[in-house]
């Protein structure tokens, strides 16, 4: 009986073990580091609309690799707050950029990253973008993204600020050198 005691405690304690083991591993910590982004400027201009982008760099700070399976902008533009412009938003890879809104999964090995462009595109709803955008206001933009790693999948964001004047003086920065 007092094997059978033994066996059990070293079942325990190999299990422990192991548990201990995995637990020490870690996971990958995908973070976008917004507060590092570039400034908005303009990429492209029309009558009716104006594109500005910026760039967001990402690293995994985590001590495992992981895999971002989606990854999103959501601006937070209500039109209560502003009418004047529908706004449509994308994100993709600088080094492989995307016009579709498509997000392909990317593996981020530990202690690397990499970086996004954000696309704001705002179409005026007079059918003149600089009339439009005389009045615009500060909003703010999620990154919404989704990360697979060691642990369960979870779904996590980043908010950032966007000011008028940025955009305003992207625009008019971008027009005068057109």
């Known amino acids: 009986m007092e094997w059978l005691l033994g066996i059990l405690v070293v079942i325990v304690i190999v299990i422990l ?83 579709d809104g498509y997000f392909e999964a990317l593996i981020v090995p530990k202690t690397t990253g990499d970086t996004v462009e954000i696309t704001l595109k705002f179409i005026a709803k007079n059918g003149d973008i600089r009339t439009s955008m005389a009045d615009m206001v500060d909003f703010t933009l999620d990154i919404v993204y989704q990360i697979v790693a060691r642990s369960e999948w979870y779904i996590t964001k980043e908010r950032m600020t966007v000011t008028a004047t940025e955009l305003i003086q992207a625009l008019e920065v971008g027009t005068a050198n057109a």
Request: charged residues 20%.
């Open 17 to 99: 073990g192991v548990w201990l083991f995995i637990a020490q591993q870690g996971d990958a910590e995908v973070k976008f580091l917004v507060d590092n982004r570039t400034a908005f400027t303009l990429t492209e201009v029309t009558k009716e609309q104006a594109v500005f982008s910026c760039q967001v760099p990402f690293v995994n700070k985590g001590p495992q690799d992981g895999t971002i399976m989606d990854c999103y902008p959501r601006h937070l533009l209500p039109q209560e707050q502003f009418d004047a412009t529908e706004l449509v938003s994308w994100i993709a890879l600088v080094k492989s950029p995307r016009r």
